[in-house]
Antibody, heavy 120, light 110 residues
Framework: QVQLQESGPGLVKPSQTLSLTCTVS??????????WTWIRQLPGKGLEWIGY???????SYNPSLKSRVTISIATSKNQFSLKLSSVTAADTAVYYC????????????WGRGTLVSVSS | QSALTQPPSASGSPGQSVAISCTGT?????????VSWYQQHPGKAPKLMIY???KRPSGVPDRFSGSKSGNTASLTVSGLQAEDEADYYC??????????FGGGTKLTVL
């Protein structure tokens, strides 16, 4: 079955760029209809939708983060990635990659999540 | 986009029913039938429990049900079991290719 796995540094310095990758296994990231998504969970708080990318490269971002976020896709590697620039301590969170079907706005498959701390 | 409003906590005894509300606006919950609910146990990823207001994914017990009235959606858990103790989050499409989440409700089985 399809699985998602996040990877990347667990510690990032303030003002630097957070970079994470999600590897899709058990299926093709180029399968039409799926929107590959990043969601984060701030410590002790709720979930925040960051944005998505379609296999064609089409993206949509949360306006609150849009100026700092880039989501890209590498279909040959079956991976998609998140870059968040100019990070501060407020960006410390568990970052999840997830899958959504056909713009029906629910997330049926999630990675395990990875904690990224922003600290000097 | 403001987060959807959920009560911080809810509780019930085994076998009882409990409802968790999720209040938004006409621009999100009230405007679209794209409300979903997620269950999250400590240290685990969220799990989809309800999508499109009231649909259950395969494998989710029928003790879990969803509904919506106006700008408020609800998740009802019937026949509470110990393993239902978890955090529950709602989410909704908010137009313009955006999704908003609720702040989460901690469900305690007494």
């Amino acid at each position: 079955q399809v699985q998602l796995q996040e990877s990347g540094p667990g510690l990032v310095k303030p003002s630097q760029t957070l970079s994470l990758t999600c590897t899709v296994s058990g299926g093709s990231i180029s399968s039409g209809g799926y929107y590959w998504t990043w969601i984060r969970q701030l410590p002790g708080k709720g979930l925040e939708w960051i944005g998505y990318i379609y296999y064609s490269g089409s993206t949509s971002y949360n306006p609150s983060l849009k100026s700092r976020v880039t989501i890209s896709i590498a279909t040959s590697k079956n991976q998609f990635s998140l870059k968040l620039s100019s990070v501060t301590a407020a960006d410390t969170a568990v970052y999840y990659c997830a899958r959504s079907w056909n713009l029906r706005w629910y997330f049926d498959l999630w990675g395990r999540g990875t904690l990224v701390s922003v600290s000097s | 986009q403001s987060a959807l409003t959920q009560p911080p906590s809810a509780s019930g005894s085994p076998g009882q029913s409990v409802a968790i509300s999720c209040t938004g606006t006409s621009s999100d919950v009230g405007g679209y039938n794209y409300v979903s609910w997620y269950q999250q146990h400590p240290g685990k990823a969220p799990k989809l429990m309800i999508y499109e207001v009231s649909k259950r994914p395969s494998g989710v017990p029928d003790r879990f049900s969803g509904s919506k009235s106006g700008n408020t959606a609800s998740l009802t858990v019937s026949g509470l079991q110990a393993e239902d103790e978890a955090d529950y989050y709602c989410s909704s499409y908010a137009g313009s290719n955006l999704v908003v989440f609720g702040g989460g409700t901690k469900l305690t089985v007494l």
